[in-house]
């Protein structure tokens, strides 16, 4: 390596520490003396356990004919989410739309569209990640899920975000990073630092579909993601 990439990376890896500082303050935590377990790195990929995987298959098993909200009375599928169990990237969206309810797949609208250039931009490719929404049901005409649907459904989504056992999670939207955090705070005050769940690095962004109306955003929602690639590789 030469001395200007050493420099570079040095410069990186700083930058990546002051934002975690800056998250950590901005929750509260003003000291500590050590890193605890649930923030060191996920298990690598070969030596992850089968258990997550397991566990994933039996929650959609209980998930199948769902009745717990209002939601399932107009929903052709059940949207679960899709993409590598090993993964150790989660993408979080808020809840299916038109396509995805006939489909019965994450994001393969125009927002998927655009999720999926963000994912390439990134270096990956669309089945290497996992993709999930709050509610795997489409609220009638896209609109916002309401609270007791997202109650009611996003314990599912917590026991499969733990099933998954991901490095980094990338919350698309407010719905999707208000729910992880318990927070009612705006995405623009939530995105810009890191925020852990449950031990896991919680990255928040705007969602797909409101890049697609905000373009001039698109610089703001890459540099979320360029902090959500440094966080998987640190
Ligand atoms: N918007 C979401 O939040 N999720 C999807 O799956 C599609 C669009």
Redesign the pocket.
Not at 93 to 97: A, H, I, N, V
Not at 106 to 109: A, C, D, R, S
């Given at each position: 390596m030469r001395p200007e990439d050493d420099i570079r990376e040095l410069a990186a890896c700083l930058d990546r520490l002051r934002w975690t500082v800056s998250g950590l303050r901005a929750g509260g935590i003003q000291e500590w003396r050590h890193v605890p377990r649930n923030l060191t790195p996920a298990k690598s990929e070969a030596s992850r356990p089968p258990a997550g995987e397991a566990a994933l298959e039996a929650l959609g098993l209980e998930l199948k004919g769902c009745t717990r909200c209002r939601l399932h009375s107009g929903r052709k599928s059940l949207?679960f989410g899709e993409g590598s169990v090993r993964s150790g990237l989660v993408f979080v969206?808020?809840?299916?739309?038109f396509e995805?309810d006939q489909q019965g797949r994450?994001?393969?609208?125009r927002?998927?569209r655009l999720l999926d250039k963000m994912i390439e931009a990134m270096g990956f490719h669309r089945p290497e990640v996992y993709?999930c929404?709050v509610v795997k049901c489409r609220p009638p005409e896209n609109r916002t899920p309401q609270s007791d649907e997202i109650e009611a459904c996003s314990p599912f989504l917590f026991r499969q975000i733990e099933a998954l056992a991901p490095k980094v999670i990338c919350a698309?939207?407010a719905?999707a990073a208000q729910t992880l955090l318990g927070r009612a705070s705006p995405i623009s005050r939530l995105r810009g630092r890191i925020h852990f769940w449950r031990g896991v690095p919680l990255i928040c962004t705007f969602?797909?579909?409101y890049l697609l109306r905000n373009a001039a955003q698109k610089g703001a929602a890459w540099q979320d993601l360029k902090e959500v690639i440094g966080t998987l590789r640190s």
């Open positions: 949207v969206g808020e809840g299916p739309g995805e994450p994001f393969v609208g927002a998927g993709i929404n698309l939207g719905c969602h797909p579909a």
